[in-house]
T-cell receptor, first 116, second 110 residues
Framework: GAVVSQHPSWVICKSGTSVKIECRSLDFQATTMFWYRQFPKQSLMLMATSNEGSKATYEQGVEKDKFLINHASLTLSTLTVTSAHPEDSSFYIC????????????FGNGTRLTVT | GQNIDQPTEMTATEGAIVQINCTYQTSGFNGLFWYQQHAGEAPTFLSYNVLDGLEEKGRFSSFLSRSKGYSYLLLKELQMKDSASYLCASHTGGGNKLTFGTGTQLKVEL
């Protein structure tokens, strides 16, 4: 089945630094990938839609200059949290879908970000 | 806007049957996903309903009524490992955008 790999699984960084999270589709090409954020005991909130070869589409309230998304190839999207602050600590999850009709979104294993 | 409601918590007994309901009010509705999420892990796909009716897949079944904006996930022969959060998500629009409910935390007891 479709596999999405996300790296790193967890990261601890100091306030003010930047963190890059990678999302790869391993056995299929994904023209579109999605980035979600999940706070404890809350639902997954869509942050942005990453489109290969073009700019990402951000959801309302998500700062595009803070959460930089790059989708340089059909199998890789990256999310960079710039100048991270403690309130950015969360579980970040990427997802991707193959081109098959009605195929489900497959999720990466998520990245637990802790900003100290 | 998109609005999805599901119970916050449920408790059931090992070997029993449990039904997790989900109601939605969305525009541009295409279908309804159910995902399972264990604590600290990413969601895993369970089912996707586009047409009205019940779809059975092993111990798990999912039902959809588009006219009522209602879906449920039915888990049979519950096992301890089924303790997890179950997320319903509406699939809307021309892209693959999903809107998730808050999830139902299911606890399976002996």
């Amino acid at each position: 089945g479709a596999v999405v790999s996300q790296h790193p699984s967890w990261v601890i960084c100091k306030s003010g630094t930047s963190v890059k999270i990678e999302c790869r589709s391993l056995d299929f090409q994904a023209t579109t990938m999605f980035w979600y954020r999940q706070f404890p005991k809350q639902s997954l909130m869509l942050m942005a839609t990453s489109n290969e070869g073009s700019k990402a589409t951000y959801e309302q309230g998500v700062e595009k200059d803070k959460f930089l998304i790059n989708h340089a190839s059909l199998t890789l999207s990256t999310l960079t949290v710039t100048s991270a602050h403690p309130e950015d600590s969360s579980f970040y999850i990427c997802s991707a879908q193959s081109d098959r009709e009605n195929s489900p979104l497959h999720f990466g294993n998520g990245t637990r970000l802790t900003v100290t | 806007g998109q609005n999805i409601d599901q119970p916050t918590e449920m408790t059931a007994t090992e070997g029993a049957i449990v039904q997790i309901n989900c109601t939605y009010q969305t525009s541009g509705f295409n279908g309804l996903f159910w995902y399972q999420q264990h604590a600290g892990e990413a969601p895993t796909f369970l089912s996707y309903n586009v047409l009205d009716g019940l779809e059975e897949k092993g111990r798990f079944s999912s039902f959809l009524s588009r006219s009522k904006g209602y879906s449920y996930l039915l888990l049979k022969e519950l096992q301890m490992k089924d303790s997890a959060s179950y997320l319903c998500a509406s699939h809307t629009g021309g892209g693959n955008k999903l809107t998730f409910g808050t999830g139902t935390q299911l606890k399976v007891e002996l």
